[in-house]
Nanobody
Framework: VQLQAYGGGLVQTGGSLRLSCAAS????????MGWFRQAPGKEREFVTA????????HYADSVKGRFTISRDNAKNTVYLQLNRLQPEDTAVYYC??????????????????WGQGTQVTVSS
């Protein structure tokens, strides 16, 4: 399975971006998908995750109400809509996919596949 993330960029405080993550290869083995982010000098942190059907979502408290995850299984793509962006949202955003049907979606170890990351920079 290969994941390709794109859609990052430079945006002003309060702006919006939409990230996409397209999966290819043995996509039938993919169940939950998620987004993590890593700012310079900090550990990778959980942002959001979505179940295989899209019926269940989880968000970090810091992004709840501002970010929205969704997926289109026909296109093997997961999306992350980022609204009301703040400078502290600046990071490299990584998409991830798990081959486990369920589990602790908040931890990187749950995910077997990772995209290359896309930079999001929010200017103040």
């Amino acid at each position: 399975v290969q994941l390709q993330a794109y859609g990052g960029g430079l945006v002003q405080t309060g702006g919006s971006l939409r990230l996409s993550c397209a999966a290819s290869g043995r996509t039938g083995s993919i169940y939950p998908m998620g987004w993590f982010r890593q700012a310079p000098g900090k550990e990778r942190e959980f942002v959001t995750a979505i179940s295989s059907s899209g019926g269940s979502t989880h968000y970090a408290d810091s992004v709840k109400g501002r970010f929205t995850i969704s997926r289109d299984n026909a296109k093997n793509t997961v999306y992350l809509q980022l609204n009301r962006l703040q400078p502290e949202d600046t990071a490299v955003y990584y998409c991830a996919a798990s081959s486990y049907y369920s589990g602790s979606v908040y931890y990187p170890s749950f995910y077997a596949y990772w995209g290359q990351g896309t930079q999001v920079t929010v200017s103040s």
